[in-house]
Nanobody, 115 residues
Framework: QVQLVESGGGLVQPGGSLRLSCKASGITFSIYTMGWYRQAPGKQRELVATITSSGSTDYADSVKGRFTISRDNAKNTVYLQMNSLKPEDTAVYYC?????????WGQGTQVTVSS
């Protein structure tokens, strides 16, 4: 059974930082592309960041220079370091794993940026 379990969300003030984690089980983690989506109320889902099995990364323009995605294959975990957070970063953040036509999703973790 495939499971992706996110953690690390919460309430943070503008300008603050959070690190999200997503631990995977039930897949050969190292061969999957991993990433993060987010969805704010009333808005479309947005792809935030991806990291391939070889370590190549890509980011949405809205988070470039502020967010960093990384992975630890020994721990089957992908991370999203979020710095200089803005109120518009408020959303539920979902981890995903992709290989070819296969997609797996986590349950999401809430990030709220507010003073």
């Amino acid at each position: 059974q495939v499971q992706l379990v996110e953690s690390g969300g919460g309430l943070v003030q503008p300008g603050g930082s959070l690190r999200l984690s997503c631990k995977a089980s039930g897949i050969t983690f190292s061969i999957y592309t991993m990433g993060w989506y987010r969805q704010a109320p009333g808005k479309q889902r947005e792809l935030v960041a991806t990291i391939t099995s070889s370590g190549s990364t890509d980011y949405a323009d809205s988070v470039k220079g502020r967010f960093t995605i990384s992975r630890d294959n020994a721990k089957n975990t992908v991370y999203l370091q979020m710095n200089s957070l803005k109120p518009e970063d408020t959303a539920v953040y979902y981890c995903y794993a992709k290989m070819g036509p296969l997609y797996y999703w986590g349950q999401g973790t809430q990030v709220t940026v507010s003073s």
